[in-house]
C-alpha cells in the first residue's frame, strides 16, 4: 500500500468543524466523477495512511474502506481540498465498480432538460 506525505499547512487548514466533509472520487484516467462520499479526519488519516479510500458512512455509522466486501478497491492517486478547506477530491485509480450497483459511476441517472 502506497503512503502519502502530506502539506502539513493544507491538512491543518480542513474545516472539519462540521465533523463530515464532502469527498468527491474522480478516476485519474478520464476524471469521470465515480462517487460522493463523505469523510471525517479519521476516515482522511485512514485513507493518507493506506492509499485506499476510506468513508464514514452516515447510514451505517461506522467507518468502511472502499473495496474491503468487492473487492472494488480505489488506489489513491492525489488528494486536494477545495479553495474553501470544506471539499475533498480524491483522485482513484478505480478497480471494479464504485457503485454499489455494480455500475462504474454513481452517477448515472440522467435528468432531461428541456
Given at each position: ?24 472520487i ?5 476524471n ?6 463523505y469523510m ?14 476510506w ?16 473487492g472494488h ?35 448515472f ?6
Amino acid at each position: 500500500m502506497k503512503k502519502f506525505s502530506c502539506n502539513e499547512d493544507v491538512l491543518n487548514k480542513i474545516d472539519f468543524k462540521g465533523g463530515l466533509l464532502p469527498a468527491v472520487i474522480q478516476d485519474l484516467k478520464n476524471n469521470q466523477v465515480l462517487m460522493l462520499g463523505y469523510m471525517n479526519e479519521e476516515s482522511l488519516k485512514r485513507t493518507i495512511q493506506t492509499g485506499t479510500t476510506w468513508f464514514w458512512s452516515r447510514s451505517r455509522q461506522e467507518y468502511w474502506n472502499k473495496g474491503a466486501t468487492s473487492g472494488h478497491f480505489q488506489y489513491v492517486k492525489s488528494i486536494s481540498v477545495d479553495c474553501d478547506y470544506d471539499t475533498i477530491l480524491v483522485k482513484v485509480d478505480q478497480i471494479g465498480a464504485a457503485c454499489h450497483t455494480g455500475s462504474r459511476s454513481c452517477f448515472f441517472n440522467k435528468l432531461t432538460i428541456e
